[in-house]
């Protein structure tokens, strides 16, 4: 197939984007390489993929729908990984225009352009932070998600209603993926992981939020990707048992679903930092400090029904993949 993956030079899109040449997959990457972070990390990652010979990379921002337009016309693209997004909660508390731009208007092109070129099925990157204020756990996508705690999040709901919409006027096939904490080689410097990592390594403090009493379902980039990629060959189908009296807020009478993609065990914090503390045979001087705004205490996914439609199971577990993490670090940045 031709797949396009936008956001190709991000922590997740690089790494579907491989497990996608891998198995034959003619990929196009396209990324506006914004300053959000340190480009030379995504020009790295764009590395990796130039040795494929079934990889093009296109220099475009989603937010520019000539652009966009014109990429889809000039391609048969026959499915849209869309992973392109600005990205990170407490960014979006001081600057909101870049997620109306990017995680707004870009996601308007996509659907537009995918609705135009006749796509056979769009899968988006949703997030957890849509569960917000939600308490029971695990968050299940039968529960609705209406009480978001920061722009991001809204702007990722956004995302899933104007998917629906498309699904529903134009049967479009869409399938959102709310992504749970993710972590692994190649990972974005303004996560936890590489913010420990990092501090521990030069014997600076690291800032521990809500006094670690925090819980995330982390999961391996590996799993992750190889999720993303199952979802993408399960085209999204209509719900035959949908009942609009008790509507179901996964899935529709269009061919619209949503699923988590988690590991579907969280972890303490202070667990997390203990196995990096081991990876590194070092401990980490500890900065206690209150809860950010925006932020959540606890995440834990329910991925009951992305392992019943396609046999999804995370198998890295949290020492396995922290091992793997911080080898990864140690001999980038010392590189």
């Known amino acids: 197939m031709k797949i396009l993956v936008t956001g190709a030079a991000g922590f997740i899109g690089m790494h579907v984007a491989r497990l996608l040449l891998e198995r034959g997959d003619e990929v196009v990457g396209i990324d506006n390489l914004n300053d959000y972070y340190d480009p030379r990390l995504k ?18 921002d989603v937010a520019d729908a000539p652009a966009v337009a014109a990429l889809f016309a000039g391609e048969c693209f026959e499915r849209v990984v869309h992973l392109a997004a600005q990205a990170g909660v407490r960014y979006s508390l001081t600057n909101p225009q870049a997620y109306v731009q990017s ?14 070129n006749h796509v056979r099925h769009l899968v988006y990157a949703s997030s957890s932070s849509v569960y917000g204020a939600n308490a029971r756990m695990p968050f299940s996508v039968h ?37 749970f904490t993710v972590y692994g080689p190649w990972g974005r410097p303004d996560m936890s992981p590489w913010l420990f990592t990092s501090a521990i390594l030069a014997g600076r403090p690291i800032d521990v939020f809500n006094h670690g009493r925090m819980q995330r379902d982390f999961t391996f980039i590996d799993d992750i990707a190889e999720g993303t990629v199952r979802v993408l060959d399960r085209i ?46 070092m401990e980490a001087k500890k ?7 925006g932020d ?11 392992a019943r439609d396609t046999g999804f199971a995370p198998k890295t577990p949290l020492a396995e993949g922290i091992a793997r993490w911080t080898a990864w670090f140690r001999t980038y940045v010392s590189g």
């Open 296 to 306: 959540v205490p606890a995440t834990y996914a329910d991925v009951a029904d992305l």
């Open 287 to 293: 900065n206690f400090l209150p809860m950010q705004a």
């Open 43 to 60: 020009h790295a990652r764009l590395d990796q993929l130039a040795p494929y010979s079934r990889f093009c990379f296109r220099h475009i």
């Open 143 to 179: 529960d609705e998600v209406n009480h978001p705690v920061s722009l991001y999040a809204a702007t990722k709901k956004s995302n899933e209603l104007m998917a629906h919409s498309y699904s529903h006027l134009y049967g479009l096939p869409t399938t959102g993926l709310r992504y």
């Open 103 to 116: 995680n707004l208007v870009g996601f308007a092109n996509i659907l537009e352009a995918c609705r135009h």
């Open 236 to 281: 999204a189908a209509p719900n035959p048992d949908f009942d609009a009296a008790a509507p179901d807020a996964g899935s529709s009478r269009a061919p619209y679903r949503v699923y988590n993609i988690g590991n579907h065990q969280p972890v303490e914090l202070m667990v997390f930092i203990e196995t990096i503390e081991r990876a590194l045979g």
